[in-house]
């Protein structure tokens, strides 16, 4: 049961409608689609949605990597890290998910951000030996 004054179905409606706009939002986006080149929407979507779940209190369902663990061949420089925060913000917006909702995902994904953030490319390093890493500069029209 999760800490919220709603029950895991209503918690895991909401985090599935801000995944849906918000990934909608990323893969159309002009920078951060670039770094979710060859993965599926849907997927990710789902794998998002469970984690959240879970980090927000309700049943463990996901079982991928932490983000610290997912994202360590991505350069995440911290202006792409507000841009994304920014496109979650307007998700949240859009939908009118519950405050206590977003104000729970920003705190979660606060915790991660020192893990996921780097200074520059040098920080990158392989999940696995075939890794190749993402760095996508941010476009110049932004």
């Known amino acids: 049961m999760n800490n919220f004054e709603i029950n895991d179905n209503e918690l895991e409606d909401w985090l599935q409608k801000i995944n849906k706009v918000f990934y909608d939002k990323i893969f159309t986006d002009p920078w951060l689609s670039i770094v979710f080149k060859g993965i599926d929407q849907e997927f990710i979507q789902s794998q998002q949605t469970d984690f959240m779940l879970f980090a927000m209190g309700g049943p463990k369902r996901y079982s ?79």
Not at 90 to 106: G, M, R, Y
């Open 64 to 142: 991928g990597r932490g983000p610290d663990q997912a994202h360590p061949h991505i350069f995440i420089s911290e202006e792409m890290w507000q841009h994304r925060e920014n496109i979650l913000k307007s998700s949240f917006s859009e939908i009118a998910a519950p405050i206590f909702i977003a104000e729970k995902w920003l705190k979660i994904d606060q915790a991660f951000k020192s893990k996921i953030v780097m200074k520059d490319p040098s920080g990158c390093k392989p999940r696995y030996a075939v890794d190749e890493f993402i760095i996508v500069p941010k476009p110049k029209d932004f």
